[in-house]
T-cell receptor, first 111, second 114 residues
Framework: DAKTTQPPSMDCAEGRAANLPCNHS???????VYWYRQIHSQGPQYIIH???NNETNEMASLIITEDRKSSTLILPHATLRDTAVYYC????????????FGPGTRLSVLP | SAVISQKPSRDICQRGTSLTIQCQVD?????MFWYRQQPGQSLTLIAT?????????ESGFVIDKFPISRPNLTFSTLTVSNMSPEDSSIYLC???????????FGQGTRLTVV
């Protein structure tokens, strides 16, 4: 699986959009971009994933660049409850495969 | 999705003892995994729990230290054997379900070894 690079930490004001970047310059054509988050003292929570088209769900939007070498997770209106560590993971989309977690980005949403 | 229940949620254990962590899922799942998260660190895969056969361990993890059982498609256990303070971590169960590529995680077991 390709390696990802994320900033170690970010701050965001409550109510503003949080934009979390991820670089994956060695991504292969059949690898998807997944995002998980881990709120303190909880297990990781799936957020969203995509291959090359932008994706949106009730939690977030995922913007993938045309060359697929980077992506951005967008939380449109961050709340204090969005404070967490966010993990960007690149992986072949196989059913039943485990995920390899990097250090992630620690997002702090400030009042 | 899948609802995962891990027990215990936390424990404080004496060194040299063993602790068995249970993972119960509300539906049959194709794959079950066990992860470790050391203090301040990210998650590391310990092993894949295989139904009806021996677990598949990642480099650095051995069966004698982390024996795993998976008697059916909804249940697995991880034992942390002969514990030392270095085993103090959060242990997480994860599952993959049929026709869903994302994985689901339990809330974890916070283990402190004294």
């Amino acid at each position: 699986d390709a390696k990802t690079t994320q900033p170690p930490s970010m701050d965001c004001a409550e109510g503003r959009a949080a934009n979390l970047p991820c670089n994956h310059s060695t991504i292969s054509g059949n690898e998807y971009v997944y995002w998980y988050r881990q709120i303190h003292s909880q297990g990781p929570q799936y957020i969203i994933h995509g291959l090359k088209n932008n994706e949106t769900n009730e939690m977030a939007s995922l913007i993938i660049t045309e060359d697929r070498k980077s992506s951005t997770l967008i939380l449109p209106h961050a709340t204090l409850r969005d404070t967490a560590v966010y993990y960007c993971i690149v992986r072949v989309d196989n059913y039943g495969q485990n995920f390899v977690f990097g250090p992630g980005t620690r997002l702090s949403v400030l009042p | 999705s899948a609802v995962i229940s891990q027990k215990p949620s936390r424990d404080i254990c004496q060194r040299g003892t063993s602790l068995t962590i249970q993972c119960q899922v509300d539906s049959q799942v194709t794959m079950m995994f066990w992860y470790r998260q050391q203090p301040g660190q990210s998650l590391t895969l310990i092993a894949t729990a295989n139904q009806g056969s021996e677990a598949t361990y990642e480099s650095g993890f051995v069966i004698d230290k982390f024996p795993i059982s998976r008697p059916n498609l909804t249940f697995s256990t991880l034992t942390v054997s002969n514990m030392s303070p270095e085993d103090s971590s959060i242990y997480l169960c994860s599952v993959a379900i049929h026709r869903a590529t994302e994985a689901f995680f339990g809330q974890g077991t916070r283990l402190t070894v004294v």
